[in-house]
């Protein structure tokens, strides 16, 4: 996960509630804004299509296509080349054809109504493009675009998250001046309007032919750290809406560390730091990330990293044998630890609510516990190697009690409603005795500490790991500890979600290494050194990182572009 502790910061004042209205995208200097609507529009022409060869389940209705439509046919310039989106779409099946772009008067026909699971889909779109919506049984006219749901995932509520890279298939066609979209779920058709949006921005409009998209991994996203740095929620919603523009579906909020407790408690009020995110905020950030398809992976890390909340529970905190604290880490063996970290994740885990049956994470952290950094835990911390002892055994270890904490963190998540479980991989330990939950996915983010396992390792023995790879994957704040900044074009030339530690594919059979194994992967930003960088700096230094990552967990194969194209197309898209 992170690093070696830190000194803690001075706190700062704290965040304001912003009223609970649709925000506008913010971004630091060097992100790009969004071209506005009418800017767009007036300067690009644009037409969509439709009559797509997709099936539809029985009693659906679809607009009809009359090409003797009292709208004039638009002309334009034709659209040339490959569709220009990051991450690059699949499959293009070219045609002949002038192509798509945005034009006066076309619409966004909407068949299934306006209280539809595509309708905000439809909307944002037409947003983004100047273009009005329209619903129901209308006529598809030049220019216009059609948006259907097909299958029988259009019955499900809205905005649920998807449970697998099927869900998140998008089919587009561009044909006679008129453009299709058409998915099996709304989380997929949400993702073709990001390719339409896109597609305008870099070359404004899509060529004629057929695109056919899905994800080559399911799970796609970023990790923040605001506990060591607090973020504002502008600059947190910024970064949604950036990362949901590159199809990526989780971001991860690590909330509390040594440096601050970020998010208002109200059973716990003493642990809060000065700056942070009220109770209302957090319901806002996860709302907008819903309404995205993305999914939030909230994080209260133990048994380590608990500064914050032990400097008001300093009765807590573990002593070596020596009679020194240790700082930041809880003592496991004392009685009242668990309560008091079980309210917590109680808390915290009924504010990051989750639609009904679909996937809801939590992360337990697990990372960098010092007892079990030493060379010899037992002697040094002696009332933890009792503990274990009396109860798993004469032959209990430090290493069963840390894990049978973690089991039971996430026991009290799981009562909750949690059902995807993370914990960091120098959290898991090898022992006979306590095992971590078998439905526990490994982050693995390090191999450079003396002692931790291979990810071939985790692998082999059945479990799932996400790829947080620091040597690709870690902006770290103030690059301490021989770290460096990640660059764009390394992401993009040399990493793939195979290479989970160092610089080479993890070794195992391939069976092992599929999207059912190795989910996916998160790009982390550390704030170690939280007065290195300003926000806008970070947002600015992990723009191209993002956009790397977005096309090399989408698509598996070696990308078409070079780096300085790629780079050249981020910028425009």
């Not at 046919?73 to 699949?90: F, H, S």
């Not at 910024?238 to 989780?250: C, G």
């Not at 998010?263 to 950030?285: C, G």
């Not at 977005?550 to 598996?556: G, R």
């Amino acid at each position: 996960m992170s690093n070696p502790m830190r000194p803690p910061r001075a706190p700062r004042p704290s965040a304001s509630l912003r009223p609970a209205t649709t925000p506008t995208r913010r971004t630091g200097p060097a992100a790009r804004s969004a071209l506005p609507a009418a800017a767009l529009t007036a300067a690009l022409l644009l037409a969509g299509c439709s009559g797509t060869a997709d099936t539809e389940p029985p009693g659906s209705t679809s607009a009809k296509v009359n090409p003797t439509s009292a709208r004039a046919t638009p002309t334009w310039a034709p659209v040339t080349g490959t569709p220009q989106v990051i991450p690059a779409v699949r499959d293009f099946r070219r045609a002949d054809g002038r192509g798509w772009r945005p034009s006066k008067g076309a619409r966004v026909v909407v068949p299934a109504g306006e209280k539809s699971n595509v309708a905000d889909e439809a909307q944002r779109m037409a947003r983004d493009l100047g273009l009005t919506v329209v619903y129901g049984d209308q006529t598809v006219q030049p220019g216009d675009i059609e948006v259907k749901i097909t299958g029988k995932s259009g019955a499900q509520a809205n905005n649920v998250p998807v449970q697998g890279a099927a869900d998140e298939a998008y089919t587009l066609t561009a044909d006679g001046t008129r453009l299709t979209l058409t998915a099996p779920t709304d989380a997929g058709i949400f993702y073709g309007t990001r390719t339409v949006k896109q597609a305008v921005r870099a070359a404004g409009g899509l060529p004629e032919g057929t695109i056919q998209d899905r994800p080559g991994r399911p799970q796609r996203g970023m990790s923040l750290d605001n506990a060591r740095k607090p973020y504002t929620q502008d600059w947190i919603e910024a970064r949604i809406r950036e990362i949901a523009d590159l199809k990526l579906n989780q971001f991860q909020l690590h909330f509390s560390d040594d440096q601050g407790f970020r998010i208002q408690s109200d059973t716990h009020p003493e642990i809060v730091s000065a700056d942070h995110l009220t109770k209302a905020q957090i319901r806002q950030i996860v709302a907008l990330a819903g309404s995205l398809h993305i999914s939030v992976v909230p994080e209260l890390d133990s048994p380590g990293h608990l500064g914050a909340v032990l400097e008001h529970h300093p009765d807590l905190l573990l002593h070596r044998a020596s009679g020194s604290v240790v700082p930041g880490a809880i003592d496991i063996s004392n009685p009242k630890s668990a309560p008091l970290i079980d309210s917590l994740l109680k808390e915290m885990s009924e504010l990051f609510t989750n639609p009904k049956g679909a996937p809801a994470y939590w992360h337990l952290g697990g990372d960098e516990y010092q007892a079990l950094m030493s060379s010899s835990p037992a002697t040094k911390y002696p009332q933890l190697a009792q503990a274990a002892r009396q109860k798993y055994g004469p032959n209990g270890t430090i290493e069963d009690l840390t894990t049978g904490w973690l089991n039971g963190r996430q026991k009290t998540v799981e009562a909750k409603g949690k059902n995807r479980i993370e914990a960091w991989n120098d959290g898991f330990f090898s022992s006979p005795r306590v095992s971590p939950d078998k439905n526990r996915m490994v982050d693995y983010w390090t191999g450079k500490e003396g002692g931790h396992r291979d990810p071939s390792s985790f692998l082999r023995e059945g479990r799932n790991v996400m790829n947080f790879n620091d040597e690709y994957l870690y902006y770290v704040l103030g690059e301490p500890n021989q770290f460096v900044y990640p660059t764009g074009q390394r992401i993009y030339e040399s990493w793939t979600p195979l290479v989970i530690r160092g610089t080479q594919p993890v070794s195992v059979p391939a069976s092992m290494t599929g999207p059912d194994r190795i989910p996916g992967a998160r790009f982390a930003i550390w704030s170690d050194r939280a007065q290195a960088q300003t926000q806008a700096q970070v947002a600015a230094g992990i723009r191209l990182p993002l956009a790397a990552l977005a096309q090399k967990t989408w698509d598996p194969r070696t990308p078409a572009l070079s780096w300085t194209g790629f780079k050249a197309l981020a910028d425009r898209v």
